[in-house]
């Protein structure tokens, strides 16, 4: 089983925090690139945010000051903290995983609703 399982998404007000964590299969040397991406109804999916085996991350502009992207190797599991959620921030959250040897993989992903 090579999906991630993503979890931590639910209802929150503006100005509200949620963790998000993707949880990965195979030994985290195995993985080059974990990235966020999010798609709301009617509108293409896009990136959020990524992280390399290096450490370097990437953010979309948007989401750049208020959104963390992180990683613990130990439990090859990637979280994006995001903070002071805005409506314009909720659509569904996929989780991506791109191994050296090929392959990406995405998971079911999480749905993160914003009240005004």
């Known amino acids: 089983q090579v999906q991630p399982v993503e979890s931590g998404g639910g209802l929150v007000h503006a100005g509200g925090s949620l963790r998000l964590s993707c949880a990965a299969s195979g030994s985290i040397f195995s993985i080059s690139t974990v990235g966020w991406h999010r798609q709301a109804p009617g509108k293409q999916r896009e990136l959020v945010a990524a992280i390399t085996s290096g450490d370097n991350t990437n953010y979309a502009g948007s989401v750049k000051g208020r959104f963390t992207i992180s990683r613990d190797n130990a439990k090859n599991t990637v979280y994006l903290q995001m903070n002071n959620l805005q409506p314009e921030d909720a659509a569904v959250y996929y989780c991506?995983?791109?191994?050296?040897?090929?392959?990406?993989?995405w998971g079911q992903g999480t749905q993160v609703t914003v009240s005004s």
């Open positions: 991506n995983v791109v191994y050296y040897r090929g392959g990406t993989y």
